[in-house]
């Protein structure tokens, strides 16, 4: 009977402790990987924890899963084009930046990795990033050999050294048949890792 007590009130103290991801404006990025449909239910998740999520997908990314989707999860639109039309008198990739509390890139791959310690803009998506002042948390997945070559992993180290977060990758059989380290984490392990990302920040002032 007391064991039971403890569970309930342990429940009850969870429950009752405001979720970190609650109200939070989440920036995900998706790039062209097979990984991407994870990133739905990663959108998923957030959204049923509380988050505001908005989307921008790479071209690449579109191969691999359909904008609709994410639109239908997030209920809100995902953006493609840097060179769409906006209502915004603030370009996309600077409202955008000022709208987000936690920017998640998943999957991540070589390619945007990359881009970014490369400090390129040349689509919406870095073009974002470089703009970003919110902490940026990003899930690599690409082929073992390719994780493992010394140009990504120095970008790696670079990126991390300015301050970007990574979770994973993890190792089990890829998509493409080999076994090693380059599968994308979970959505789990991602939310766990954005929690912890933004434990003791609050929301970001706005200007």
Same mark, same amino acid.
């Given at each position: *009977?007391?064991?039971? !007590?403890?569970?309930?009130?342990?429940?009850?103290?969870? @429950?009752?402790?405001?979720?970190?991801?609650? =109200?939070?404006?989440?920036?995900?990025?998706? +790039?062209?990987?097979?990984?991407?449909?994870?990133?739905?239910?990663l959108a998923s998740m957030l959204v049923r924890r509380g988050a505001q999520v908005r989307t921008i997908m790479t071209e690449p990314a579109t191969r691999f899963v =359909?904008?609709? +989707?994410?639109?239908?999860?997030?209920?809100?639109?995902?953006?493609?084009?840097?060179?769409?039309?906006?209502? @915004?008198? #603030?370009?996309? %990739?600077?409202?955008?930046?000022?709208?987000?509390?936690?920017?998640?890139?998943?999957?991540?791959?070589?390619?945007?990795?990359?881009?970014?310690?490369?400090?390129?803009?040349?689509?919406?998506?870095?073009?974002?990033?470089?703009?970003? !002042?919110?902490?940026?948390?990003?899930?690599? /997945?690409?082929?073992?050999? *390719?994780?493992?070559?010394?140009?990504? !992993?120095?970008?790696? /180290?670079?990126?991390?050294?300015?301050?970007? %977060?990574?979770?994973?990758?993890?190792?089990? #059989?890829?998509?493409?048949?080999?076994?090693?380290?380059?599968?994308?984490?979970?959505?789990?392990?991602?939310?766990? /890792?954005?929690? =912890?990302?933004?434990?003791?920040? =609050?929301?970001?002032?706005?200007?």
């Amino acid at each position: *009977m007391a064991k039971k !007590q403890k569970a309930n009130q342990g429940r009850r103290r969870k @429950s009752s402790a405001k979720d970190v991801l609650a =109200g939070r404006n989440i920036l995900l990025g998706v +790039t062209g990987g097979i990984a991407a449909y994870k990133a739905a239910v990663l959108a998923s998740m957030l959204v049923r924890r509380g988050a505001q999520v908005r989307t921008i997908m790479t071209e690449p990314a579109t191969r691999f899963v =359909g904008p609709i +989707t994410f639109q239908a999860l997030t209920r809100q639109p995902v953006y493609l084009d840097m060179w769409a039309a906006t209502e @915004s008198y #603030r370009s996309d %990739h600077i409202g955008m930046a000022d709208w987000t509390d936690a920017c998640v890139i998943a999957p991540a791959t070589a390619d945007v990795i990359g881009r970014i310690a490369a400090g390129l803009a040349d689509d919406l998506l870095t073009t974002t990033v470089l703009a970003l !002042q919110a902490p940026v948390l990003l899930a690599p /997945a690409m082929n073992t050999r *390719m994780w493992a070559k010394p140009a990504v !992993q120095d970008n790696v /180290a670079k990126i991390e050294a300015w301050g970007y %977060h990574l979770v994973g990758p993890a190792e089990g #059989r890829l998509a493409c048949g080999d076994t090693g380290p380059g599968r994308m984490s979970e959505p789990e392990e991602i939310i766990e /890792a954005l929690e =912890g990302m933004l434990a003791g920040v =609050g929301p970001r002032k706005r200007t």
